[in-house]
């Protein structure tokens, strides 16, 4: 089946390690989001690449990262990890048009020690 | 700006009620709109969406018909089951204002059905 994979599912790092989280997809789909939620909120963008552009949310904290090497990766990089960035990190896809949904991984779930 | 106004939670319900968790939205033009379901340590799964003013999208029983004069997109079940229990989320995308892929999302609504 054609889906959206996060590596890993859980991910644990200490204050101010680098962390990097990965995420794959086999539908082809021309935008890549990566979202980050904390407990009982709504997800919230922090980025996206509409195929090689990359779009930054301008809230979007500068230790957060983003590569795309290719169309089927994109890798969310967290320069300097503090407690405040312990959540579940959601990478998303679609193919970008206005009636277009968006197709979510499972998550990955991010603690700081 | 868009925004999207969902019903405050959590909601509780005895399996077999009648479920209508309510969603309004701020947008200018004609976006799309989307109901998603999150179930516990998931990511978020598509349940159903409408692209233009009247349209009833449907999927497990759950619909939702997207009103342009009320700007409202409530989410409805007839009868409830526990494996419904997850958070709801209410998001639009493609305003006038705003970008054609992104999704603006309400708070959400953690639904909770006791046997």
């Known amino acids: 089946d054609a889906m959206v994979i996060q590596n890993p599912r859980y991910q644990v790092t200490q204050f101010g390690k680098p962390v990097t989280l990965s995420c794959s997809q086999t539908l082809n789909h021309n935008v890549m989001y990566w979202y980050q939620q904390k407990s009982s909120q709504a997800p919230k963008l922090l980025f996206h690449y509409y195929d090689k552009d990359f779009n930054n949310e301008a809230d979007t904290p500068d230790n957060f990262q983003s590569r795309r090497p290719n169309t089927s990766f994109c890798f969310l990089d967290i320069r300097s990890p503090g407690l405040g960035d312990a959540a579940m990190y959601l990478c998303a896809t679609s193919r970008g048009g206005v009636e277009d949904e968006q197709f979510f991984g499972p998550g990955t779930r991010l603690t700081v020690l | 700006g868009d925004s999207v106004t969902q019903m405050e939670g959590p909601v509780t319900l005895s399996e077999e009620a009648f479920l209508t968790i309510n969603c309004t939205y701020t947008?200018?033009?004609?976006?799309?709109l989307f109901w998603y379901v999150q179930y516990p340590g998931e990511g978020l799964q598509l349940l159903l969406k409408?692209?233009?003013?009247?349209d009833k999208g449907s999927n497990k029983g759950f619909e939702a018909t997207y009103r342009k004069e009320t700007t409202s997109f409530h989410l409805e079940k007839g009868s409830v089951q526990v494996s419904d229990s997850a958070v709801y989320f209410c998001a639009l995308s493609g305003s006038s204002s705003g970008s054609a892929r992104q999704l603006t999302f309400g708070s959400g609504t953690q639904l909770t059905v006791l046997p």
């Open positions: 409408a692209t233009k003013a009247d």
């Open positions: 947008a200018t033009g004609y976006p799309s």
